[in-house]
């Protein structure tokens, strides 16, 4: 089954504005930390990507690891830009880059939702900002994430992820 299109200017429902609230609260934050993230690669597997713990749409990530060299899966909230999928590195605000950031890193070819991929960062200005906005529109924590890691000096990094 083909990746989920999923259009961030598409006007969201009120169930869909509800799971927002719920995945911003603090039980949404340990649900999506310690549940969602184990059970969702499941889901999507058995229901082929129609059925996740939220509203919010996800898929699977696949990466090679940057040190091991071994295959590395992370269950991840995306949109399209035209044809590209559109990844942000929030890892829920903190301090660090999520582990998958460096393996995209080092090995930009990857697999997304079961499709192949080529990825690469986005370092223009205006770009950056302008994918930020539309990340917003699909969950509106980013804006929050970005906040929390801003005492860091952490910038959330966005991948485009080009179809191979």
Known sequence: MPLRYVDPHQRRGPLYRASVRFGRSRAGQFMARHIARHTDPYLFRLTGGRINMGSIINAPLVTTGAKSGQKREVQLTYFHDGPDVILL????????????????????????????????????????????????????????????????????PIFRLKPR
Do not use: M
């Open 89 to 156: 590195a929030s890892n829920f605000g903190g301090t660090k880059h999520p582990q998958w950031y460096h393996n995209l890193k080092a090995h930009p070819d990857c697999e997304f939702g079961g499709e192949r991929f080529t990825a690469g960062q986005v370092t223009d200005p205006d770009e950056y900002a302008r994918l930020f906005e539309l990340a917003n529109r699909i969950y509106s924590g980013y804006a929050h994430y970005r906040e929390k890691a801003a005492p860091a000096g952490r910038d959330i």
